[in-house]
């Protein structure tokens, strides 16, 4: 059998899982974006947008070796609306922020598609679309550090 070449694998819009080629999608793999229906119904909104705001602004606040925990930026939205919220709301001890968790992965992971994150567990860069269990999210490549001087002419 010949060793045939398939494209490279992309990253999900939603998700930000890999997409491995697969031969029905030989005549439009350029036009896929989703690996799935539901990736394609629930495309990233608000909540999603402001996650992937709130990890680069909790990695931004750090040392450039520090690392963060998607729980806390799962935190940091959950609580973010409650105006007249109690005293465990406002400290992240309430549970809400839990329902967040997948869509927090999930905007870590497009932040890996980006460039601006990377993925650890224990230490270790792992691949997003497969990392099972803890993880921590660490500065990128793609990530414009605040410490970083600013070009002249700005």
């Known amino acids: 059998m010949a060793n045939r070449s398939h494209p490279e ?4 819009s939603t998700c930000g899982r ?5 031969r029905k999608w030989a005549d439009d793999w350029d036009q896929v974006r989703y690996c799935s229906q539901r990736c394609r119904r629930s495309r990233p909104g608000p909540v999603d947008r402001a996650l992937e705001a709130a990890i680069v602004e909790l990695l931004a606040a750090r040392p450039a070796s520090s690392t963060v925990c998607p729980s806390e930026a799962a935190r940091r939205v959950a609580t973010a609306g409650d105006d007249g919220a109690d005293d465990a709301d406002r400290h992240g001890n309430d549970e809400g922020w839990r329902d967040v968790m997948e869509p927090a992965r999930a905007a870590a992971r497009r ?9 650890k567990q224990r230490g ?5 679309s497969t990392a099972k269990g803890p993880i921590r999210l660490a500065p990128g490549p793609g990530l414009g550090r605040p410490t970083d001087p600013i070009p ?3």
């Open 111 to 119: 932040l890996v598609a980006d460039g601006q994150v990377v993925i």
């Open 18 to 22: 890999t997409i491995e080629w697969r």
């Open 152 to 154: 002249s002419g700005q």
């Open 9 to 12: 694998p992309k990253t999900c």
């Open 124 to 128: 270790r860069m792992v691949d997003p």
